[in-house]
């Protein structure tokens, strides 16, 4: 399976909202509903921040977002913070039964 | 408190195996799916394989299909990754994940702390 493609990087001011994209197709982001995305800080294992496109797990900020239009997801992030610096990963369920990882996104606050 | 550790990582050839352990605890380890996600050296996430919480339902990256064995010892809560007929491509630090919730499949968390494979010559 061919990864999802996310932007190399993103940029934000404190306060800000951003949004990042994970285009897939319709084997994947675009038939399910099954989109989850990753915040992993430098050394650290990656962190769930949302699953099924919108649900948040608990202790997670309700700053993180997620949302879904056809072959596309994107995560919002608003009222930035410095901590959110990350790499962020998207992920979807794919018609092989399996999971693919977006090329990650870089934020920079 | 669920932890999960890995281990079993190390140096190995081309050619080689190696199997990776993820010890699991703070959680009911038979109730979950369990997978393994690789990331190379500086490159993104790679999902490699998945199991199902009674073990009998495995999952493969087409990469690793015919070359990897997932399994698990729910009397050990210890999930497995044998590795065979390694590749440089395989170099990567391997975590094991955990589902977030029992009966689903592919929301992973937590993460362990993950294990370095290196394939060299």
């Known amino acids: 399976q061919s990864a999802l493609t996310q932007p190399a990087s993103v940029s934000g001011s404190p306060g800000q909202s951003i949004t990042i994209s994970c285009t897939g197709t319709s084997s994947d982001v675009g038939g399910y509903n099954y989109v989850s995305w990753y915040q992993q800080h430098p050394g650290i294992a990656p962190k769930l921040m949302i699953y099924d496109v919108t649900d948040r797990p608990s202790g997670v900020s309700n700053r993180f977002s997620g949302s879904k239009s056809g072959n596309t997801a994107s995560l919002t992030i608003s009222g930035l913070q410095a901590e959110d610096e990350a790499d962020y990963y998207c992920s979807s369920y794919t018609s092989s039964n399996t999971w693919v990882f977006g090329g990650g996104t870089k934020l920079t606050v | 408190e669920v932890q999960l550790l890995e281990s079993g990582g190390g140096l190995v050839q081309p050619g080689g195996s190696l199997r990776l352990s993820c010890a699991a605890s703070?959680?009911?380890?038979?109730?979950?799916?369990m997978s393994w996600v690789r990331q190379a050296p500086g490159k993104g996430l790679e999902w490699v394989s998945g199991i199902r919480g009674g073990g009998t339902t495995t999952y493969y990256a087409d990469s690793v299909k015919g070359r990897f064995t997932i399994s698990r010892d729910n009397s050990k809560n210890t999930l497995y990754l044998q590795m065979n007929s390694l590749r440089a491509e395989d170099t990567a630090v391997y975590f094991c994940a955990k589902d977030l919730y029992t009966n689903t499949w592919g929301w992973f968390d937590p993460w362990g702390q993950g294990t370095l494979v290196t394939v060299s010559s």
């Open positions: 703070g959680f009911t380890f038979s109730s979950y799916a």
